[in-house]
């Protein structure tokens, strides 16, 4: 059991907080049984270390099961060494460490998908997780970070996204006009999410959520500048009908996603 919260092995898990350090090991932090779980489940071999406390491998032995199935080792560590490991207040019992997999842009279009959605500039960490997971509920095809987009493999992000980083392709760092022309080439739409937008029951109603789309979410404070508005087929605002001042970015970008993946299915129910 690993008890000393000052050991080098301790502060190198606990250096994975910092972007820095992820860039040189390849690595990230990952936190809470629901996250270990789902890597254990879809990415076993992603999982470099795992850590528990004993009592809460007791509390949940789902884990216990799906370590030992895909043959991770699991260390025991005190509630101290735990606290020293995470980034979180209280990361519930479980840390691991994990290998990034970026998947290549050219790979997600070759694909041919229906669905994707590119963040641009999204800087809050619980707003990309929160997107990641709801493009995974979805039933998105991809996930695309831009280079000028928080670090998907920010701790807060990982926890944010609930272990859906796991479930669906994610690239990262790519430029947006590459990639924009890459799903062009895939043929798909690309739809702008913006307040200066077309209202998204038109664009319902126009029959274009049914096509394969390519949906860009901008920054949270400004938005999309005018010159990558120019980049997009169409800009759409998803329209306040109560007294809200805005709307928080997840929340608009699972609006978008829902909407197309309603329309998608509907054409194929039909």
């Known amino acids: 059991m ?8 301790v502060r190198a898990v606990a250096k994975l907080a910092k972007k820095s350090e992820r860039v040189d090991t390849g690595q990230f932090l990952l936190e809470g049984p629901q996250a ?14 795992l850590y528990a406390t004993p009592s809460a ?35 519930q019992g479980f840390v691991a460490v994990c290998r990034q997999f970026p998947t290549a842009v050219k790979e997600v279009f070759a694909a041919s998908p229906k669905l994707v959605a590119i963040l641009e500039e999204v800087r809050d960490p619980g707003n990309a997780g929160t997107i990641v997971r709801a493009a995974d509920a979805a039933g998105a095809d991809a996930v695309i970070f831009t ?15 609930t272990g859906s980083i796991f479930h669906l392709p994610i690239a990262v760092g790519a430029e947006l006009a590459d990639v924009l022309e890459r799903a062009r080439g895939a043929g798909m739409t690309v739809l702008a999410a913006d307040v200066k937008g077309d209202d998204l029951l ?13 949906w860009l979410f901008g920054n949270e404070a400004r938005g999309l500048p005018d010159e990558q508005l ?15 001042e805005s709307m928080n970015l997840a929340t608009a970008a699972s609006v978008c996603l829902y909407e197309s993946a309603f329309a998608q299915r509907s054409v194929h129910h039909g």
């Open 36 to 49: 270990v779980s789902e890597a254990l489940t879809f990415r076993s071999e992603l999982v470099v270390e």
């Open 57 to 91: 491998l007791e509390r949940h032995n789902e884990i216990a099961r799906a370590a030992d199935d895909a043959d991770v080792h699991i260390e025991f560590v005190t509630e101290a060494v735990l606290d020293a490991m995470a980034d979180t207040v209280t990361p």
């Open 230 to 244: 120019e980049l997009a087929d169409r800009a759409v605002t998803v329209p306040i009908y109560g007294h809200a």
């Open 147 to 161: 280079g000028r987009a928080v670090d998907l493999y920010n701790p807060k992000v990982v926890r944010a996204s």
């Open 202 to 214: 038109t664009v319902r109603a126009d029959g274009v959520l049914a096509q394969p789309t390519a």
């Open 2 to 9: 690993l008890e000393n919260p000052r050991s080098p092995r």
